[in-house]
């Protein structure tokens, strides 16, 4: 799952998809990237650069409610798109960004 700052699309893919489901209070942007990824029309490439770097903190890891809530919305953004498992595919989720926590 790319950082929501590097996914850039047409504006036709947010005719067809929407926008961000307002209803998460964090996670709209994942929820919104599992609906546009899944999406066998949409030609998705990877760009191997480094085009934007975040930082660690803000609503989803600035602190363990924080972790928690954003747990939780993204385990209901899973559903809502049809994943069977996810609590599976959060748990590799978070274990693929792992090193990237160590690297700092």
Known sequence: MP?????FLRKEVYEKHGLFDTTFKI??????M???MQDKEINL???PEVVTKMRMG???T???KGIIKK???DIRALRNNG?????????????RKLPQVLKR
């Open 62 to 64: 600035g602190s363990i």
């Open 3 to 7: 950082p929501h700052p590097t996914l």
């Open 83 to 95: 994943f069977k498992f996810p609590l599976t595919v959060l748990v590799a989720k978070n274990l």
């Open 45 to 47: 490439h990877y760009l």
């Open 71 to 73: 747990s939780r919305e």
């Open 58 to 60: 803000g609503a989803s």
């Open 27 to 32: 996670a709209g942007d994942y929820d919104f």
């Open 34 to 36: 599992l609906r546009v």
